[in-house]
Antibody, heavy 118, light 112 residues
Framework: QVKLQESGPGLVKPSETLSLTCTVS????????WSWIRQSPGKGLEWIAW???????NYNPSLRSRVTISIDASKNQFYLRLTSVTAADTAIYYC????????????WGLGTLVTVSS | DIVMTQSPDSLAVSLGERATINCKSS????????????LAWYQQKPGQPPKVLIY???TRGSGVPDRFSGSGSGTDFTLTISNLQAEDVAVYYC?????????FGQGTKVEI
Protein backbone atom coordinates (compact mmCIF):
# COMPACT_ATOMS: atom_id res chain seq x y z
CA GLN A 1 0.00 0.00 0.00
CA VAL A 2 1.03 3.63 -0.34
CA LYS A 3 3.42 4.95 2.29
CA LEU A 4 4.65 8.49 2.84
CA GLN A 5 7.84 9.66 4.53
CA GLU A 6 8.72 13.23 5.39
CA SER A 7 12.32 14.42 5.46
CA GLY A 8 14.13 17.68 6.08
CA PRO A 9 15.96 19.68 8.71
CA GLY A 10 14.61 19.52 12.23
CA LEU A 11 15.88 22.99 13.13
CA VAL A 12 15.44 26.19 11.16
CA LYS A 13 16.52 29.67 12.19
CA PRO A 14 14.00 32.50 12.39
CA SER A 15 13.53 34.40 9.10
CA GLU A 16 14.98 31.50 7.11
CA THR A 17 13.20 29.03 4.80
CA LEU A 18 11.80 25.68 5.84
CA SER A 19 12.08 23.02 3.13
CA LEU A 20 10.59 19.55 3.43
CA THR A 21 10.34 16.53 1.14
CA CYS A 22 7.66 13.85 1.13
CA THR A 23 8.66 10.60 -0.54
CA VAL A 24 5.82 8.38 -1.72
CA SER A 25 6.33 4.64 -2.02
CA UNK A 26 4.06 1.77 -2.97
CA UNK A 27 2.19 3.70 -5.63
CA UNK A 28 2.36 6.42 -8.24
CA UNK A 29 2.21 10.05 -7.25
CA UNK A 30 0.02 10.86 -10.24
CA UNK A 31 -3.52 12.20 -10.12
CA UNK A 32 -4.22 12.30 -6.36
CA UNK A 33 -4.33 15.30 -4.08
CA TRP A 34 -1.06 15.49 -2.08
CA SER A 35 -1.07 17.69 0.98
CA TRP A 36 0.99 19.16 3.76
CA ILE A 37 -0.62 19.50 7.18
CA ARG A 38 0.96 20.71 10.39
CA GLN A 39 0.29 20.43 14.10
CA SER A 40 1.79 22.86 16.57
CA PRO A 41 2.84 21.30 19.90
CA GLY A 42 -0.24 20.28 21.83
CA LYS A 43 -2.54 21.87 19.24
CA GLY A 44 -4.86 20.84 16.46
CA LEU A 45 -4.39 20.18 12.76
CA GLU A 46 -3.84 22.91 10.17
CA TRP A 47 -3.95 22.14 6.46
CA ILE A 48 -1.19 24.02 4.63
CA ALA A 49 -1.46 23.22 0.91
CA TRP A 50 -2.28 20.62 -1.72
CA UNK A 51 -1.01 19.84 -5.17
CA UNK A 52 -2.50 17.67 -7.90
CA UNK A 53 -0.98 16.72 -11.22
CA UNK A 54 1.86 19.24 -10.97
CA UNK A 55 -0.24 22.11 -12.23
CA UNK A 56 -3.02 22.49 -9.71
CA UNK A 57 -2.36 23.86 -6.24
CA ASN A 58 -4.24 25.44 -3.37
CA TYR A 59 -3.01 27.10 -0.21
CA ASN A 60 -4.28 27.98 3.23
CA PRO A 61 -5.01 31.71 2.96
CA SER A 62 -3.25 32.36 6.26
CA LEU A 63 0.03 30.98 4.84
CA ARG A 64 -0.37 31.63 1.12
CA SER A 65 2.16 34.45 0.90
CA ARG A 66 4.94 32.28 2.38
CA VAL A 67 4.22 28.77 1.06
CA THR A 68 5.06 26.90 -2.12
CA ILE A 69 4.14 23.29 -2.80
CA SER A 70 5.69 21.45 -5.73
CA ILE A 71 6.00 17.95 -7.07
CA ASP A 72 8.51 15.80 -8.96
CA ALA A 73 6.63 12.84 -10.33
CA SER A 74 9.80 11.28 -11.70
CA LYS A 75 11.08 10.96 -8.14
CA ASN A 76 7.68 10.22 -6.58
CA GLN A 77 8.24 13.17 -4.27
CA PHE A 78 6.50 16.39 -3.39
CA TYR A 79 7.83 19.34 -1.48
CA LEU A 80 6.99 22.16 0.91
CA ARG A 81 8.75 25.47 1.09
CA LEU A 82 7.83 27.95 3.82
CA THR A 83 9.68 31.25 3.90
CA SER A 84 10.35 33.79 6.65
CA VAL A 85 9.67 31.34 9.45
CA THR A 86 9.05 32.36 13.04
CA ALA A 87 8.63 30.44 16.29
CA ALA A 88 4.93 30.15 15.43
CA ASP A 89 5.90 27.80 12.59
CA THR A 90 7.33 25.27 15.05
CA ALA A 91 5.23 22.15 14.49
CA ILE A 92 5.07 18.57 13.40
CA TYR A 93 4.71 18.64 9.62
CA TYR A 94 2.80 15.79 8.01
CA CYS A 95 2.43 14.89 4.38
CA UNK A 96 -0.75 13.08 3.41
CA UNK A 97 -2.52 11.62 0.39
CA UNK A 98 -5.97 12.65 -0.70
CA UNK A 99 -8.17 10.91 -3.20
CA UNK A 100 -8.42 11.54 -6.91
CA UNK A 101 -11.50 13.69 -6.48
CA UNK A 102 -11.87 14.32 -2.78
CA UNK A 103 -9.59 15.73 -0.13
CA UNK A 104 -9.78 13.50 2.88
CA UNK A 105 -6.44 12.20 3.97
CA UNK A 106 -5.30 8.61 3.93
CA UNK A 107 -2.58 7.67 4.55
CA TRP A 108 -0.42 10.14 6.45
CA GLY A 109 3.32 10.15 6.92
CA LEU A 110 4.68 9.75 10.43
CA GLY A 111 5.45 13.46 10.57
CA THR A 112 8.61 15.42 11.16
CA LEU A 113 9.14 17.93 13.95
CA VAL A 114 10.51 21.25 12.78
CA THR A 115 11.66 23.68 15.43
CA VAL A 116 12.26 27.33 14.61
CA SER A 117 14.94 28.67 16.89
CA SER A 118 18.20 30.55 16.71
CA ASP B 1 -13.38 29.27 4.88
CA ILE B 2 -15.67 26.71 6.46
CA VAL B 3 -15.25 26.60 10.24
CA MET B 4 -15.64 23.24 11.96
CA THR B 5 -16.59 23.29 15.64
CA GLN B 6 -16.48 20.16 17.78
CA SER B 7 -18.12 19.50 21.12
CA PRO B 8 -17.22 18.70 23.75
CA ASP B 9 -13.50 19.52 23.90
CA SER B 10 -13.00 16.46 26.08
CA LEU B 11 -14.99 13.67 27.63
CA ALA B 12 -14.45 10.75 29.94
CA VAL B 13 -16.33 7.54 29.28
CA SER B 14 -16.32 4.25 31.15
CA LEU B 15 -15.05 1.14 29.44
CA GLY B 16 -17.84 -0.51 27.49
CA GLU B 17 -19.95 2.64 27.38
CA ARG B 18 -20.72 4.96 24.47
CA ALA B 19 -18.85 8.12 23.50
CA THR B 20 -20.54 10.73 21.34
CA ILE B 21 -18.66 13.56 19.64
CA ASN B 22 -20.39 16.32 17.73
CA CYS B 23 -19.10 18.38 14.84
CA LYS B 24 -20.83 21.41 13.36
CA SER B 25 -19.84 23.12 10.12
CA SER B 26 -20.37 26.83 9.54
CA UNK B 27 -22.04 26.06 6.22
CA UNK B 28 -23.73 23.17 4.50
CA UNK B 29 -21.30 20.44 3.39
CA UNK B 30 -23.91 18.23 1.71
CA UNK B 31 -23.45 18.23 -2.06
CA UNK B 32 -26.97 17.58 -3.28
CA UNK B 33 -26.14 16.36 -6.84
CA UNK B 34 -24.51 13.24 -5.37
CA UNK B 35 -26.12 13.38 -1.91
CA UNK B 36 -22.73 13.10 -0.23
CA UNK B 37 -21.66 14.87 2.93
CA UNK B 38 -18.04 15.92 2.56
CA LEU B 39 -16.94 15.06 6.09
CA ALA B 40 -14.25 12.81 7.53
CA TRP B 41 -13.36 11.76 11.06
CA TYR B 42 -9.83 10.98 12.28
CA GLN B 43 -8.37 9.37 15.37
CA GLN B 44 -4.99 10.51 16.66
CA LYS B 45 -3.22 8.60 19.39
CA PRO B 46 -0.25 10.14 21.23
CA GLY B 47 2.90 10.23 19.13
CA GLN B 48 1.10 9.01 16.00
CA PRO B 49 -0.27 10.69 12.90
CA PRO B 50 -4.04 10.89 12.49
CA LYS B 51 -5.79 7.89 11.03
CA VAL B 52 -8.99 8.13 9.03
CA LEU B 53 -11.96 6.45 10.70
CA ILE B 54 -14.89 7.70 8.64
CA TYR B 55 -15.31 9.48 5.31
CA UNK B 56 -18.39 10.64 3.42
CA UNK B 57 -19.75 11.19 6.95
CA UNK B 58 -20.66 7.55 7.51
CA THR B 59 -18.34 5.23 5.53
CA ARG B 60 -15.86 3.40 7.73
CA GLY B 61 -12.25 3.30 6.62
CA SER B 62 -10.44 0.08 5.89
CA GLY B 63 -9.97 -2.02 9.01
CA VAL B 64 -11.89 0.36 11.27
CA PRO B 65 -13.90 -1.55 13.90
CA ASP B 66 -17.66 -1.35 13.56
CA ARG B 67 -17.99 0.19 17.02
CA PHE B 68 -17.08 3.46 15.26
CA SER B 69 -19.97 5.02 13.38
CA GLY B 70 -20.63 8.37 11.78
CA SER B 71 -23.94 10.09 11.18
CA GLY B 72 -25.46 13.43 10.33
CA SER B 73 -26.03 15.59 7.31
CA GLY B 74 -25.82 19.18 6.17
CA THR B 75 -24.13 21.01 9.03
CA ASP B 76 -24.42 18.67 12.03
CA PHE B 77 -22.49 15.45 12.40
CA THR B 78 -21.77 12.88 15.08
CA LEU B 79 -19.08 10.30 15.69
CA THR B 80 -20.21 7.53 18.01
CA ILE B 81 -17.89 5.06 19.65
CA SER B 82 -19.93 2.18 21.04
CA ASN B 83 -18.54 -0.19 23.64
CA LEU B 84 -15.50 2.02 24.32
CA GLN B 85 -12.22 0.14 24.57
CA ALA B 86 -8.99 1.20 26.27
CA GLU B 87 -7.29 1.53 22.88
CA ASP B 88 -9.85 4.16 21.83
CA VAL B 89 -8.24 6.76 24.10
CA ALA B 90 -7.23 9.42 21.60
CA VAL B 91 -8.05 12.80 20.17
CA TYR B 92 -10.71 12.78 17.46
CA TYR B 93 -10.96 15.35 14.67
CA CYS B 94 -13.60 16.08 12.08
CA UNK B 95 -12.61 17.56 8.72
CA UNK B 96 -14.66 19.01 5.87
CA UNK B 97 -13.59 18.60 2.28
CA UNK B 98 -16.57 20.30 0.64
CA UNK B 99 -14.36 23.33 0.12
CA UNK B 100 -11.16 23.02 -1.89
CA UNK B 101 -9.50 24.34 1.27
CA UNK B 102 -10.06 21.59 3.85
CA UNK B 103 -10.48 22.54 7.47
CA PHE B 104 -10.44 20.58 10.73
CA GLY B 105 -12.32 20.82 13.97
CA GLN B 106 -10.31 21.67 17.09
CA GLY B 107 -10.34 18.09 18.33
CA THR B 108 -12.07 16.16 21.12
CA LYS B 109 -10.03 14.23 23.66
CA VAL B 110 -11.57 10.94 24.78
CA GLU B 111 -10.40 9.46 28.06
CA ILE B 112 -11.44 6.55 30.19
Amino acid sequence: QVKLQESGPGLVKPSETLSLTCTVSGGSIGNSYWSWIRQSPGKGLEWIAWIQNSDSTNYNPSLRSRVTISIDASKNQFYLRLTSVTAADTAIYYCAKGGASSIWFDPWGLGTLVTVSS
Amino acid sequence: DIVMTQSPDSLAVSLGERATINCKSSQNILYTPNNNNYLAWYQQKPGQPPKVLIYWASTRGSGVPDRFSGSGSGTDFTLTISNLQAEDVAVYYCQQYYSTRPTFGQGTKVEI
